[in-house]
């Protein structure tokens, strides 16, 4: 790590993550009013100017949860684990583990208890939580979601076209990805890595590799990776949160991709195969040569955390490039001392409705789980303190045994 990261440095920068954690634990909705039904849920997005919100999905409550046991794991402030078990409730409610639905059983429905839709790669960040939640409290009750959610993804995956991409119930049925390759969609295989550190069950592993696979198919010469493996394939990309910046081929670009590199470095450490990690660095240089821009928001923090898990596993420092643009991209975006306990702590930024989100206004009047939860996560790493979790190829594997994981190898 660079030694530009001192005691006071690296304390400074776990304050900020921890007020970001606190921002998850302040603007929860717990004082509700009437049959309002919402209560434990996380936000998606803060309208700070006319002080209106909508309330989270899964992959919310997952990312949201991604923070909080950090932040619970360095400090044992009993806070940040309450209001994470609170959210995992919500979770528990999308997750119908009915065994009459033999085919989807375990997938997570995406905004509400009674959906007829379950993505597999927001579901998969739930899913993800709810195993990080396992490796703080040993409650066997997580860990028996996170699996049963990645044994949904290995039941339905096939060699020729890979994980499902959703499912539904009425009637029962799931649902492949058409052709070509989608790199994001890969980042579905994450938290089949969290439950082999978790389980050492040996059947998640064919999955992450060709998850793997799959990505390096979507990656340039240069280093960068495209959305999709063939982009004649599909018409030029608006600008969103993942995609869409520069001209021509370039806005095919990832610029925020979801966390796949944990999946790449998943299946380097899996199969000892220098070619995962050689793509990865990589993709780390081209984003030191090319990133960050100010737009999407939320894409710096995805970046630096891929730039410093990269150089953790190829036994680099590139923490300098990530400390040189922290402030603009990462510190700036973080409200503090508004006097408003649904916005401070969390980090503006909304990218998913163009320049704003849905009451209108500007990106920067937002405060969203998606720019908080990856900052969070780059602030995690720079303190020494936490992994960034749900996002990294190290959220559980330096820590395997912290609670008597269930081992049963099967390889």
């Known amino acids: 790590m660079s030694s530009a990261l001192t005691e006071k440095v690296r304390t400074q920068f776990l304050d900020r993550a921890l007020l970001a954690a606190d921002w998850f634990v302040n603007s929860q909705l717990k004082n509700l009013i009437g049959c309002d039904a919402n209560l434990g849920r996380f936000l998606y997005s803060y309208f700070m100017p006319e002080k209106k919100y909508v309330p989270g999905l899964n992959w919310t409550h997952g990312r949201a949860l991604f923070v909080l046991t950090d932040a619970y794991n360095i400090t044992g402030d009993k806070r940040y684990l309450d209001a994470a078990e609170l959210g995992a409730r919500y979770i528990r409610a999308l997750q119908p583990l009915d065994p009459y639905y033999s085919i989807t059983c375990g997938a997570i429905t995406e905004r509400y208890p009674h959906e007829n839709f379950a993505g597999a790669l927001n579901g998969a960040q739930a899913a993800s939580g709810m195993l990080m939640l396992y490796h703080c409290t040993g409650n066997p009750d997580y860990l028996r979601r996170g699996r049963a959610f990645c044994d949904f993804i290995a039941r339905n995956w096939r060699r020729d076209v890979g994980m499902p991409r959703h499912a539904s119930y009425y009637p029962e049925q799931v649902y492949y990805p058409g052709a070509p390759i989608d790199a994001v969609h890969q980042a579905t295989a994450i938290p089949l890595w969290h439950c082999y550190n978790i389980t050492g069950e040996g059947r998640y592993v064919e999955i992450l590799v060709d998850a793997a696979d799959r990505v390096l198919t979507c990656?340039?010469?240069?280093?960068g990776i495209y959305a999709i493996q063939d982009i004649r394939a599909m018409e030029a990309l608006p600008l969103n949160h993942h995609w869409g910046l520069g001209d021509g081929n370039d806005r095919y670009l990832l610029r925020s991709d979801d966390g796949i590199v944990v999946v790449v470095l998943a299946a380097y450490k899996l199969t000892g195969d220098a070619r995962y990690l050689d793509a990865m660095v990589r993709y780390g240089e081209w984003t030191m040569k090319?990133?960050?821009?100010?737009?999407?928001y939320n894409a710096f923090g995805i970046q630096?955390?891929?730039?410093?898990?990269?150089?953790?596993?190829?036994?680099?420092d590139w923490t300098p490039w990530v400390l040189a643009n922290v402030h603009k991209h990462c510190l700036d975006l973080q409200m503090l001392d508004s006097g408003d306990p649904m916005a401070d702590g969390g980090f503006r930024g909304e990218d998913e409705e163009g320049n704003a989100g849905i009451f209108g206004g500007q990106a920067l009047d937002y405060v969203v789980t998606r720019t908080t939860c990856y900052l969070a996560g780059t602030l995690f790493r720079l303190s020494g303190k936490g992994t960034g979790s749900g996002f990294s190829v190290y959220g559980l594997g330096d820590q395997i045994d912290r609670v008597a994981p269930i081992r049963t190898k099967t390889r």
């Open 219 to 223: 990656q340039r010469e240069d280093g």
């Open 290 to 296: 090319n990133e960050p821009h100010v737009r999407p």
């Open 304 to 316: 630096a955390n891929n730039v410093l898990d990269i150089a953790q596993a190829a036994n680099n």
